[in-house]
């Protein structure tokens, strides 16, 4: 499919990729994410069946695999 990216020519191919939420105060990483990935400007896309299960996952009381620093900007 081509990319939606007004001007872009490229093209979308599936990936998986490592997607961020900032949620509660919190920043929440998931890996292994599948996705939609221009390979010329790299803009993703999303199934709505994926974001469902994102939600889902952020519903659940687990406690996180790992942990990583989060760096502020300044």
């Known amino acids: 499919m ?3 990216i007004k001007g ?3 093209h979308y191919e599936r ?3 490592v997607h ?3 949620r509660d105060h919190k920043v929440l990483v998931f890996e292994d994410v599948p996705a ?3 390979d010329v400007c790299s803009d993703k896309l999303l199934a709505p069946e994926t974001i469902r ?3 889902a996952l952020m519903k659940q009381d687990t ?3 790992s942990h990583a620093p989060v760096f502020a900007y300044a």
């Open 2 to 4: 081509k990319c939606s």
């Open 15 to 17: 990936r998986l990729i």
């Open 63 to 65: 406690r996180p695999r």
């Open 36 to 38: 939609e990935v221009c």
């Open 53 to 55: 299960h994102l939600e």
């Open 8 to 10: 872009c020519p490229g």
């Open 20 to 22: 961020t939420v900032r």
